[in-house]
């Protein structure tokens, strides 16, 4: 069983489940490379035999050696559990022959002392590279490539190209990637696929902008799953077949449309409390589509639900990368211009031009039949007056907007100087340390207390109890020069702020500031 999949499926079992997990995908692109392999467990795994190696140097005891992981080092404290748990992981998987023997050998660059424990090592030998190479092959793991070739060696993959080549207007990079794509996803669906009813979003809520491309991933992807069976257990077996129906039925049309629950209840319902994950089937952007394109909705409703929706996807997106992993920005930013372009519609009776024509791979291409239609019998004269009357108003409006920047730079300016005027050099977060220091000096004078007659370093460590600060930074400030132009801008502020309580300290600062 391929060590993701073992993961996921037992992640119960995984005391330091996240710690395990990192490590492996760190360990993936690495596994035919024995010492880059064992550079990452020195590097990362092996804390807890530098601490050993640091004691026995310095000839001291857990209490007096100062000990600090590296970046990203697992704690010392709890290294050889999660090495252990790693071997647990990947030991039924052929491709992590190095990281296995390394974690049973249990050697490293800090121990000097080689344990003498008997091991159950994996064998290796001058062929084990080439191997690992074969394995990962075999559990389509080798992707991405860079030669579609490389793909078509497949029997399987060739027969799916070969279908359709010729039916597809499209070149050899587009089928790369397509390749690549599919590989990817693949390789994600069987890491999901303990949870098959919901692991089948990922496959069918694709979206690259291009709806020839999605649905052949689509159906690359079928084909990968339902001829997949290497190295699987009967359970794994088992779910692939479910996730391959659930992908197959969520296809028809009748899964991609608005539910009745809201369709009946568009009236009263009330957007914020819909649940968009569900409400769009988890973000599928034929559902996005059409929420937010849908007649009976205003258009206020429409960019509130795009907002919404937009919002949702972005905050789930950052929690969970590995499920929600396509960028749907391009979407999103058709549906806005789509929602502006039908606020202000450019046509002879105020009918919308389709925004269609931005984007032909676009979800917009989901927009109804019949104004679909409407824009396709415009004629070619309305459309060259529409471009014209459309190039005036742009023109215009540019003109006015020149003319509201200017007036606005003139009023912001005025709005400045009038506000540096009362507020210059004032702190959004309170004084700074020099200014604090300036008040208690004129409030201590006031009661009798100043550099005379009391000491400095009294000063300094009063006021760092009652400011916080740190006291070297206290004495330095507590060296006042009143000529400086800093002091006298200080002495300014420290003034105003004292004018309404206490007028007369005020009048000393305006004397001293002269």
């Not at 080439?130 to 030669?147: F, G, H, I």
């Not at 690259?208 to 159906?219: A, H, K, R, S, Y």
């Not at 201590?444 to 109890?465: D, P, T």
Request: overall charge negative; hydrophobic content about 35%; some cysteine.
């Amino acid at each position: 069983m391929r060590a993701k999949e073992k993961l996921e499926f037992n992640r119960r079992e995984f005391d330091y489940f996240d710690h395990v997990r990192k490590s492996i995908y760190d360990l993936y692109p690495l596994r035919t490379d024995k010492r880059k392999t064992k550079d990452y467990f020195s590097k990362y795994l092996y804390a807890d035999a530098r601490y050993r190696k640091k004691i026995k140097t310095n000839n001291g005891t857990h209490e007096t050696v100062s000990f600090h992981e590296n970046k990203d080092e697992v704690d010392h404290l709890i290294a050889y559990r999660v090495r252990k748990e790693i071997q647990n992981a990947i030991c039924d998987d052929k491709t992590f022959l190095y990281a296995y023997n390394i974690i049973e050998r249990d050697h490293n660059p800090y121990d000097e002392d080689q344990k003498g424990k008997t091991v159950k090592l994996k064998p290796e030998t001058l062929a084990s590279s080439e191997e690992v190479e074969r394995e990962c092959s075999c559990y389509k793991e080798d992707y991405p490539k860079s030669n579609l070739g490389d793909y078509l060696l497949d029997e399987k993959n060739f027969e799916f190209y070969n279908e359709r080549f010729c039916d597809f207007i499209v070149d050899e990079e587009w089928w790369l990637f397509v390749f690549n794509k599919s590989y990817e996803i693949f390789d994600r669906l069987r890491v999901l696929a303990y949870d098959p009813f919901k692991a089948h979003y990922l496959a069918n809520n694709i979206y690259f902008g291009d709806m020839l491309m999605e649905e052949t991933i689509l159906d690359l992807l079928l084909m990968l799953i339902n001829n997949y069976n290497y190295d699987l257990t009967p359970v794994q077996k088992k779910k692939l077949k479910m996730l391959a129906i659930s992908i197959e039925q969520y296809r028809n049309e009748q899964f991609l449309v608005i539910e009745n629950k809201y369709l009946e209840i568009i009236p009263s319902l009330n957007l914020n409390e819909v649940k968009w994950m569900k409400a769009t089937k988890l973000f599928n952007h034929h559902l996005i589509t059409q929420w937010v394109t849908h007649p009976d909705f205003t258009h206020d409703q429409q960019l509130k639900i795009l907002r919404l929706i937009e919002d949702k996807y972005l905050t789930e997106k950052q929690c969970n990368p590995d499920f929600f992993c396509y960028d749907l920005s391009d979407c999103f930013s058709q549906l806005h211009q789509l929602l502006s372009f039908n606020e202000h519609p450019p046509g002879n009776n105020g009918s919308p031009v389709s925004a269609t024509t931005v984007n032909p791979n676009s979800p917009i291409n989901q927009l109804p039949m019949v104004q679909m239609i409407e824009h396709l019998n415009t004629s070619l004269e309305e459309l060259k007056e529409q471009n014209a009357r459309l190039t005036q108003i742009i023109t215009q409006q540019n003109e006015e907007l020149r003319l509201l920047h200017e007036k606005h730079d003139e009023e912001t300016h005025n709005m400045m100087m009038v506000l540096n005027d009362h507020t210059e050099n004032y702190n959004r977060k309170g004084l700074t340390l020099a200014q604090l220091i300036l008040v208690f000096y004129y409030m201590l004078n006031e009661l009798g207390v100043n550099f005379n007659n009391s000491l400095k370093v009294q000063w300094a460590r009063f006021l760092m109890k009652v400011t916080g600060k740190h006291i070297q930074n206290i004495k330095t400030e507590l060296n006042i020069d009143f000529e400086s132009t800093k002091t006298k801008k200080n002495l300014k502020i420290v003034g105003d702020l004292f004018r309404e309580l206490l007028p007369k300290i005020t009048a000393k600062i305006e004397n001293d500031s002269i």
